[in-house]
């Protein structure tokens, strides 16, 4: 394993960065969610629960930072044309490139909006399918396991 170098911190402090902006928007639009899925769960409303999942969609919670994802993916390359040399004397410096920005901040959108929310719901509907399973059938052990989908941290 190598040794993390500055330049290498750099690019986790950029995305630490990013995770930092975007965590207390995640905390509210998760809260109300994660209570109505629990509370219709609580009432064995299992069909409304899994709509209410189903309506989960993290791009919301990117779309409420785009400028900041654009300000970062400009830093990112920045950073990626310092490790070749002078940052003043790079293309990327003088001329910066807004097509590669561009793809780079949609590709964000997409890992995040799309691929994280489509895994966050799946791991949802499992959690209510094993808790709605724990209830019919009084295996308390599963139920306590499943009582994990109303604690989901970001």
């Not at 986790?12 to 965590?23: C, F, K, P, T, V």
């Not at 905390?27 to 219709?40: L, P």
């Not at 064995?44 to 189903?54: F, P, Q, S, Y």
Request: charged share 25%; hydrophobic share 40%; glycine share 6%.
């Amino acid at each position: 394993m190598s040794k993390t170098t500055v330049k290498n911190e750099a690019f986790i402090d950029l995305e630490a960065g990013l995770l930092n902006q975007l965590h207390p928007v995640w905390e509210r639009y998760w809260m109300d969610r994660s209570r109505a899925i629990g509370q219709a769960a609580d009432e064995a409303r299992w069909g409304d629960a899994h709509a209410l999942v189903e309506a989960v969609d993290l791009r919301q919670v990117i779309g409420k930072r785009d400028r900041l994802l654009d300000t970062l993916g400009m830093a990112s390359l920045l950073l990626g044309a310092s490790r070749l040399g002078r940052i003043d004397r790079t293309s990327v410096y003088k001329d910066p490139p807004k097509d590669m920005l561009a793809a780079a901040s949609e590709q964000t959108r997409v890992l995040v909006g799309d691929n994280a929310t489509t895994a966050l719901r799946h791991e949802l509907h499992l959690h209510l399918d094993k808790r709605e399973y724990a209830q019919s059938s009084g295996n308390s052990a599963t139920e306590a396991d499943v009582f994990k989908a109303q604690q989901l941290q970001p």
